[in-house]
């Protein structure tokens, strides 16, 4: 498992007592590199969490988005509808107005038995 003294390694460094790691220190060193692995894991996943529900919260809102556009074409329909009767009352309001008018200015007023004005 371990080298000898000054035999070379697969990628060329030859292992002398000045560049071995003594076992214990290697066995912390290795520890600590599982630790970053493992937080880098929890925080992969924890990314894909979130990335998870995010995805669902833009499929909702896609879905939501689709209902207000249908209920906007269904208001644009309904306005569509009522705008002409509405335009036709307004006008015929207007006529009634000036009809008023015009009896108020061209009518005598009088006095009924109870005391009423009566316009003739």
Do not use: C, W
């Not at 290697?26 to 995805?55: C, F, G, P, W, Y």
């Amino acid at each position: 498992m371990g080298r000898t003294k000054g035999k070379p390694m697969e990628n060329g460094v030859t292992l002398t007592p000045q560049n071995q790691i003594p076992m214990p220190q290697a066995k912390e060193n290795v520890d600590k590199l599982n630790t970053i692995l493992k937080k880098i894991r929890d925080s992969r996943q924890a990314m894909e969490n979130r990335l998870d529900m995010i995805t669902t919260d833009m499929n909702i809102m896609k879905d939501d988005q689709a209902k207000l556009s249908d209920r906007l074409k269904q208001t644009e329909s309904t306005v569509a509808d009522i705008l002409p009767t509405h335009n036709d009352n307004k006008n015929a309001i207007v006529k009634l107005q000036q009809q008023m008018e015009t009896l108020r200015k061209g009518s005598k007023t009088q006095r009924g038995a109870h005391g009423a004005i009566i316009y003739a």
